[in-house]
């Protein structure tokens, strides 16, 4: 083994390391403590709006449907203007995709928030589409894109670093297998609090947050196949998700939803 060879490993896995732990910022609406390399919330918004073209195009396109547009735009409005989301800077838009099969819904940092036909012609009230893109903004304003790709920079520096110094495959092999798992339990921890903000946003702009709970029975009934959208794709079961939105509410209304919101 060669010396130098063990000396650059251990470098580049001290940058990557101090890169990832050395810049942290608080999160003003969770109140967390994130790592999110130097990216600052300009660079995730031109990030969203670069790729959203090229999302659109690949889920058909947006929809000809004007009303559904009108809809999902007009709901996705109304979830921002009202809640805490109007204050975080982000520039919501909302955008609906043609694609009648693939049900699912998802952000892209910085605003950018896409659901498809699919998924809007499954919900049966306006409370559930707040519910469904409250769930979105949510992933948006914990910043959760900006953590992903902070980690995955991470986790190539140390796999890179831990090839270098080892100079065996199976030590690589071992390395990637260590971060997906540690991004998998990271993406059911965000699909929670996602949906804890979603319920938050949506009471906030006057709709019964209890419908979130209908959501995740339709997207268990219609993502029962093998089909795995964003909203299940290594994620907690909707029951699972179930009982903790029970849990949430439970704890923010303990004498009950109030009456008089929209369902
Ligand atoms: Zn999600």
């Known amino acids: 083994m060669n010396k130098l060879q063990l000396i650059i490993a251990a470098l580049v896995a001290a940058f ?25 919330q300009k660079d995730e918004v031109a990030m969203g709006l ?8 690949q889920m058909g396109g947006i929809t000809q449907d004007a009303r559904a547009r009108a809809l ?9 203007a009202q809640s805490v989301a109007a204050k975080s800077g982000y520039p919501f838009k909302f955008h609906t995709l043609a694609d009648p099969r693939t ?5 892209l940092p910085g605003g950018q928030v896409f659901i498809t036909m699919a998924l809007l012609s499954r919900l049966e009230t306006e409370g559930q589409l707040a519910a469904v ?12 894109s900006a953590e992903h790709i902070a980690k995955d920079q991470l986790a190539q520096g140390l796999t890179g670093a831990f090839a270098l110094g080892s100079g065996s495959m199976d030590a690589t092999q071992l390395a990637q297998v260590v971060s997906q798992m540690t991004s998998l339990k990271y993406g059911r921890d965000d699909e929670l609090e996602a949906d804890g903000l979603g319920l938050r946003l949506m009471a906030e702009a006057g709709y019964d947050p209890r419908a979130m709970i209908r959501v995740m029975q339709i997207l268990e009934k219609a993502t029962g196949g093998s089909r795995t959208p964003e ?5 907690p079961s909707p029951p699972h998700r179930i009982e903790e939105i029970k849990a949430k509410l439970a704890k923010v209304y303990p004498s009950g939803v109030p009456a008089g919101l929209t369902p």
Not at 50 to 57: T, V
Not at 72 to 80: E, I, M, T
């Open 16 to 40: 990557s390391l101090f890169s990832y732990y050395g810049s942290s910022s608080v999160n003003p609406i969770t109140g967390e403590k994130q790592h999110i390399g130097g990216m600052t």
């Open 50 to 57: 670069q790729s959203a073209p090229q999302m659109a195009a």
């Open 72 to 80: 999902v735009s007009q709901v996705g409005a109304k979830v921002v």
């Open 103 to 107: 049900v699912n819904a998802f952000a």
């Open 133 to 144: 893109l409250g769930h979105e903004v949510g992933h948006v304003l914990a910043r959760h």
């Open 231 to 235: 909203f299940q794709s290594s994620h």
